[in-house]
């Protein structure tokens, strides 16, 4: 396949099928929008596998890490507490996740 062109199970024609062979619903005037949908999404399934930085991969790992160890904290916790406990609780649950992390008091240049 060329760079900048869609696989062939992407690439649709204007009667509603692929040139795979597969068929979308038939396109009605109001249809546009279907099309519209489908160029949406095969461009940004083409802007993801060719544009993606090449740390991306682990930033997204790591950020789904963070957020699934907050979200687990404030589970666990419940609301009403203040921040310094919550972040006290997040440094431990990053710490068994094997994630390295640095709360403000040591990150602040003082």
């Known amino acids: 396949m060329a760079s900048g ?15 795979s062979g597969a068929t979308a619903a038939p396109l009605s005037p109001a249809g ?32 789904h890490v963070a957020i699934g160890a907050a979200i687990e904290v404030h589970r666990l916790k419940r609301p009403g507490l203040i921040e310094s406990i919550y972040e006290r609780c997040l440094m431990r649950e990053l710490d068994l996740r094997k994630i390295a992390a640095v709360g403000w008091w040591m990150a602040s240049c003082g």
Do not use: I, M
């Open 5 to 19: 062109t869609a696989p062939r199970c992407c690439q649709w024609t204007d009667n509603g099928t692929n040139l």
């Open 32 to 63: 546009v929008r279907g099309r519209r949908t489908r160029f949406f999404v095969f461009f940004v399934s083409l802007v993801y596998t060719t544009c993606t930085h090449a740390l991306f991969n682990k930033a997204d790992e790591l950020s």
